[in-house]
Nanobody, 121 residues
Framework: QVQLVESGGGMVQAGDSLRLSCAAS????????MAWFRQIPGKAREFVAV????????VYADSVKGRFTISRDNIKKTIDLQMNSLKPDDTAVYYC??????????????WGQGTQVTVSS
């Protein structure tokens, strides 16, 4: 069982930056691909970014490419999502997931509780 805890969400204005973090409890953290997804009420969970077990294989959704950066630290058992030039459309609950490599939420067996990001115009 992997426990994930996100932090760093908040309310910002368009153009601002936020950094999300996700801490994992699992000793074998480096065995898991990690990803960020986001979700707004009434819609499916949307892929944001993925990072492979060794830190390679980084892929971003087109909507965040060039603005967001995903990273991981296998010693600290954390992943981060640096979000720059935030837009109102980035408003959502952000979740980190642990699982198999891919951009579908079905690839991920473990999820955090989510952290709210709200961007005002």
């Amino acid at each position: 069982q992997v426990q994930l805890v996100e932090s760093g969400g908040g309310m910002v204005q368009a153009g601002d930056s936020l950094r999300l973090s996700c801490a994992a409890s699992e000793r074998t953290f480096s065995d898991f691909t990690m990803a960020w997804f986001r979700q707004i009420p009434g819609k499916a969970r949307e892929f944001v970014a993925v990072i492979g077990r060794s830190g390679r294989g980084i892929v971003y959704a087109d909507s965040v490419k060039g603005r967001f950066t995903i990273s991981r630290d296998n010693i600290k058992k954390t992943i981060d999502l640096q979000m720059n030039s935030l837009k109102p459309d980035d408003t959502a609950v952000y979740y980190c997931g642990a699982g198999l490599y891919g951009i579908s939420s079905f690839n991920y067996d473990y999820w955090g509780q989510g952290t709210q990001v709200t961007v005002s115009s």
